[in-house]
């Protein structure tokens, strides 16, 4: 099972607000590592609430990135 099994939308939008500020954080203090962990978990935590087709989740951006949805089995879909 997904660890964001049982998390409605609402909870999840507002973990990947709190991640994103981590992120900032992060990146005052130089800490790439750090932010790209967090930053992983958010759009990852994003793929698992987004619809079918979302840009940058199951199509590429103009920059030419794809994260690839999150699944419900703990796997990745790419």
């Known amino acids: ?6 998390f409605n ?4 939008v507002f973990y990947c607000k709190q991640l994103i500020h981590q992120v900032q954080a ?3 203090t130089d800490d790439v ?9 958010a759009l990852g935590s994003l793929s698992f609430i987004s619809t079918y087709g979302a840009m940058g989740i ?3 951006t103009g920059l030419g990135f794809k994260l690839g949805k999150a699944s419900d089995d703990n796997t990745k879909q790419t």
């Open 1 to 6: 099972m997904h660890p964001l099994t049982g």
């Open 9 to 12: 939308r609402e909870e999840i």
């Open 26 to 28: 992060r990146l005052e």
């Open 33 to 41: 590592e750090a932010a790209a962990w967090r930053l992983a978990d």
């Open 58 to 60: 199951d199509t590429y």
